[in-house]
């Protein structure tokens, strides 16, 4: 019996961290603790704890795996209430050891970040500490899932660590996540107005956290195991119901399915996670607007999340192509659309386009063309194909006509409307073969599933390479 009230006393006080008034600090700073983060998102009594008698009070890190929607799922959550999270020898091998278990089982990870980094007193072993991180890190890109949220301090080779993940959420009332410290660190450890966007990685921004508690639920719904999972199908009926609003998204979208990601940047272009008929989904659209190099980014990143994990893509295509500005040129803009038509045609998830309204040169081939990345092409018959802006193809075409009429102006009008009706619609594009078929809004959610369920079994032949020239 003596060991046995050993063990309970040990287990008791390593759920305290560091102590019962540290955890009031941490409540007073509108953030849980580390076991309350991992209760909040694991299924209740799944969660078992591998190493919680590991040095004191588990060492600063709580890890261990359990269940979240039935599925599997690893987790590793820092303890700000012990020694703020610091990272040292210990607690660092723990990350190191369930980081290696997901692999290994091939199950997603959650990583929760909350530390003032790394234990200073360690020296250059610290380096070890985090070398072997983001060595693993790195390691488990593409395989498995990973997603980290973000609840207090995230700064340094943290940030690299959290920035290679698939997905980043952010409770923004009471995080940090930059590569250097802050000037504001000399005041407190939270320092909201430091978080940068992170555009290797996808985010999702909530005021508080239990908002971003419950979006990683919603997303593991999303996300398959591993990179040789088939894609998931909601099992619950009540999924497939629709939203009676009239957005587009809405219109595709299972009830309440839809995640978000990069809202906060690159506003020219939707990214989204959703359940089509309970078939997982990534959505792109376009909203009328040029894309800038934000956008283009956004657009790349989304795209190289669904095609390492089987996601089936949509492109809902109303852009009037790239933006034409000098400072969007400096910036990058050839460099980034160059990058997403590279990531569209790489990506060998089932992909199909929708043409809802302008798709214009350059903007149809990235987005919207199956001769260049997409299975199947269809278009509503509002939609507007052209060369480019056709406004000016017209002129360009007709410039003689119009210089030799009596009126140019008059002349230049006549002429832009007559080609805008003749030349400009779905179904001169489908009569050369851009456009597979033109749909009504009425039957578009069938007919995508329908286009999407038959592609599941796509498969493609490609070229041995070790990587492409892009990342």
Same mark, same amino acid.
């Given at each position: 019996?003596?060991?046995?009230?050993?063990?309970?006393?040990?287990?008791?006080?390593?759920?305290?961290?560091?102590?019962?008034?540290?955890?009031?600090?941490?409540?007073?700073?509108?953030?849980?603790?580390?076991?309350?983060?991992?209760?909040?998102?694991?299924?209740?009594?799944?969660?078992?704890?591998?190493?919680?008698?590991?040095?004191?009070?588990?060492?600063?890190?709580?890890?261990?795996?359990?269940?979240?929607?039935?599925?599997?799922?690893?987790?590793?959550?820092?303890?700000?209430?012990?020694?703020?999270?610091?990272?040292?020898?210990?607690?660092?091998?723990?990350?190191?050891?369930?980081?290696?278990?997901?692999?290994?089982?091939?199950?997603?990870?959650?990583?929760?970040?909350?530390?003032?980094?790394?234990?200073?007193?360690?020296?250059?072993?610290?380096?070890?500490?985090?070398?072997?991180?983001?060595?693993?890190?790195?390691?488990?890109?593409?395989?498995?899932?990973?997603?980290?949220?973000?609840?207090?301090? !995230?700064?340094?080779?943290?940030?690299?660590? =959290?920035?290679?993940?698939?997905?980043?959420?952010?409770?923004?009332?009471?995080?940090?996540? *930059?590569?250097?410290?802050?000037?504001? #660190?000399?005041?407190?450890?939270?320092?909201?107005?430091?978080?940068?966007?992170? /555009?290797? =990685?996808?985010?999702? #921004?909530? *005021?508080?956290?239990?908002?971003?508690?419950?979006?990683?639920?919603?997303?593991?719904?999303?996300?398959?195991?591993?990179?040789?999972?088939?894609?998931?199908?909601?099992?619950? /009926?009540?999924?497939?119901?629709?939203?009676?609003?009239?957005?587009?998204?809405?219109?595709?979208?299972?009830?309440?399915?839809?995640?978000?990601?990069?809202?906060?940047?690159? /506003?020219?272009?939707?990214?989204?996670?959703?359940?089509?008929?309970?078939?997982?989904?990534?959505?792109? !659209?376009?909203?009328?607007?040029?894309?800038?190099?934000?956008?283009?980014?956004?657009?790349?990143?989304?795209?190289?999340?669904?095609?390492?994990?089987?996601?089936?893509?949509?492109?809902?295509?109303?852009?009037?192509?790239? =933006?034409?500005?000098?400072?969007?040129?400096?910036?990058?803009?050839?460099?980034?659309?160059?990058?997403?038509?590279?990531?569209?045609?790489?990506?060998?998830?089932?992909?199909?386009?929708?043409?809802?309204?302008?798709?214009?040169?350059?903007?149809?081939?990235?987005?919207?063309?199956?001769?260049?990345?997409?299975?199947?092409?269809? =278009?509503?018959?509002?939609? #507007?194909? !052209?060369?480019?802006?056709?406004?000016?193809?017209?002129?360009?075409?007709?410039?003689?006509?119009?210089?030799?009429?009596?009126?140019?102006?008059?002349?230049?009008?006549?002429?832009?409307?007559?080609?805008?009706?003749?030349?400009?619609?779905?179904?001169?594009?489908?009569?050369?073969?851009?456009?597979?078929?033109?749909?009504?809004?009425?039957?578009?959610?069938?007919?995508?599933?329908?286009?999407?369920?038959?592609?599941?079994?796509?498969?493609?032949?490609?070229?041995? #390479?070790?990587?492409?020239?892009?990342?």
């Amino acid at each position: 019996m003596e060991g046995l009230d050993e063990l309970r006393i040990k287990r008791e006080k390593s759920d305290l961290g560091g102590g019962e008034a540290a955890i009031e600090r941490q409540h007073s700073l509108n953030k849980n603790t580390s076991r309350e983060r991992i209760i909040a998102i694991f299924d209740e009594g799944s969660f078992v704890e591998k190493g919680g008698l590991f040095r004191e009070n588990s060492a600063g890190v709580v890890t261990g795996y359990g269940t979240v929607g039935g599925r599997l799922v690893f987790v590793y959550s820092q303890d700000f209430t012990l020694r703020g999270g610091a990272i040292d020898r210990y607690n660092s091998r723990k990350i190191w050891d369930i980081m290696e278990d997901a692999l290994k089982m091939g199950a997603p990870l959650i990583q929760i970040f909350d530390s003032v980094g790394a234990a200073l007193e360690e020296g250059l072993e610290s380096l070890v500490s985090y070398g072997g991180i983001l060595k693993r890190a790195a390691k488990l890109s593409g395989v498995i899932p990973v997603i980290s949220l973000i609840g207090g301090n !995230c700064t340094g080779a943290q940030a690299i660590a =959290a920035s290679i993940s698939d997905v980043v959420i952010l409770v923004e009332e009471n995080c940090s996540l *930059n590569l250097n410290m802050s000037e504001a #660190k000399t005041k407190n450890y939270i320092d909201s107005n430091s978080v940068k966007t992170v /555009k290797t =990685a996808l985010q999702i #921004k909530y *005021n508080v956290e239990l908002q971003a508690l419950e979006a990683v639920k919603k997303l593991l719904r999303h996300l398959p195991d591993n990179n040789l999972s088939l894609p998931l199908i909601a099992k619950d /009926k009540e999924m497939n119901i629709v939203s009676k609003d009239g957005d587009i998204l809405s219109l595709l979208s299972d009830e309440d399915s839809m995640v978000e990601l990069n809202a906060h940047y690159g /506003k020219a272009v939707t990214t989204a996670l959703i359940s089509l008929y309970g078939l997982t989904t990534g959505v792109l !659209c376009t909203r009328g607007e040029a894309l800038d190099v934000e956008a283009l980014s956004k657009i790349e990143s989304f795209i190289r999340l669904c095609n390492n994990f089987n996601i089936s893509v949509i492109s809902i295509v109303d852009t009037p192509g790239f =933006a034409v500005s000098g400072e969007e040129e400096k910036l990058g803009l050839l460099s980034a659309a160059s990058r997403t038509m590279y990531s569209l045609i790489e990506c060998s998830a089932p992909k199909i386009s929708l043409i809802t309204g302008k798709a214009y040169g350059s903007a149809f081939l990235t987005l919207g063309s199956k001769d260049t990345a997409f299975d199947f092409t269809v =278009a509503w018959p509002e939609a #507007k194909i !052209c060369m480019g802006e056709p406004e000016n193809v017209a002129r360009a075409m007709y410039r003689k006509d119009i210089m030799s009429s009596e009126v140019p102006k008059d002349r230049e009008k006549e002429l832009i409307a007559e080609y805008e009706k003749e030349a400009v619609n779905p179904f001169k594009a489908a009569e050369y073969g851009l456009v597979d078929d033109i749909i009504s809004r009425e039957e578009t959610r069938e007919r995508l599933f329908s286009l999407l369920d038959m592609l599941q079994s796509k498969r493609e032949i490609s070229y041995p #390479k070790k990587r492409n020239n892009f990342y």
